[in-house]
């Protein structure tokens, strides 16, 4: 499968409601931020409060062009809790954080527009 952050791409394949709730997407609250500056592609480190039953997890996040590391802490976004940990050079990246492509193509994070518990699961 291809992503592709192009507005312009086709509609991915569907897919049946099982293959949906495989994805284990919830939202968390960033406790601290900071530069990555070993990162191939401009990047900030993440530790994410996904509450009791997840906990705080770290996410490499590609989110420099619309925000910086002392604006983050407090913040909730969205993350996907359940792909392997990917080994990002000497860091762990725990859980994918979710955003949009903006018009030139920076990340733009994706979060609720009102406070929710750390941990509610998007459905």
């Known amino acids: 499968m291809h992503v592709t952050h192009d507005p312009t791409a086709p509609e991915a394949d569907k897919i049946g409601f099982d293959a949906f709730l495989a994805v284990d997407i919830r ?3 960033i406790v601290s931020a900071e530069p ?3 990162a ?8 994410i409060d ?11 996040a590609q989110i420099t062009e619309h925000y910086s590391p002392d604006t983050l802490t ?27 492509a903006d018009a030139a193509g920076a990340v733009v994070l994706f979060a609720p527009d009102k406070p929710v ?7």
């Open 27 to 29: 939202v968390g609250t």
């Open 36 to 38: 990555f500056p070993e």
């Open 40 to 47: 191939r592609k401009p990047a900030i480190k993440l530790v």
């Open 50 to 60: 996904f509450g009791p039953v997840i906990g705080r997890k770290r996410s490499s």
């Open 74 to 100: 407090g913040r909730q976004v969205a993350a996907v809790v359940n792909f392997p940990p990917r080994q990002i050079g000497k860091f762990l990246s725990e859980v994918l954080t979710l955003g949009f």
């Open 117 to 123: 518990p750390d941990g509610s699961r998007l459905f």
